[in-house]
């Protein structure tokens, strides 16, 4: 059975940090692209960063450029994400993805990925 699995969230105070993981099991997720998303109460999912197969390119939204990166150690078929600067707004589900490839407009269509995880819950307080 495959499975993606969400780890590391949390609750945290605005301007810290937490890194989340996403590790795959079940086969090998090492030439899948792999892609964050978060859902907040109400809204819908949306398109955080996405990381290609070997790492070598990635993507973010806007709202999280230059304080969320993504990394990836495919020996331990795992993704991070890691947060700095957190803020309230940051507060969501979030979720990881694994799709066969990406560009940088598929990577923001959660239809493009074939694979999904169960998401983790980050609280970002005032």
């Known amino acids: 059975q495959v499975q993606l699995v969400e780890s590391g969230g949390g609750l945290v105070q605005a301007g810290g940090s937490l890194r989340l993981s996403c590790a795959a099991s079940g086969r090998t997720f090492s030439t899948y692209a792999r892609g964050w998303f978060r859902q907040a109460p109400g809204k819908e999912r949306e398109f955080v960063a996405a990381?290609?197969?070997?790492?070598?390119?990635?993507y973010y939204a806007d709202s999280v450029k230059g304080r969320f990166t993504s990394s990836r150690d495919n020996a331990k078929n795992t993704v991070y994400l890691k947060m700095n600067s957190l803020k309230p707004e940051d507060t969501a589900v979030y979720y990881c993805?694994?799709?066969?490839?990406?560009?940088?407009?598929?990577?923001?269509?959660?239809?493009?990925?074939?694979?999904w995880g169960q998401g983790t819950q980050v609280t970002v307080s005032s």
């Open positions: 990381i290609s197969w070997g790492g070598g390119v990635t």
């Open positions: 993805a694994a799709a066969r490839q990406i560009t940088r407009t598929t990577s923001r269509i959660p239809e493009e990925y074939e694979y």
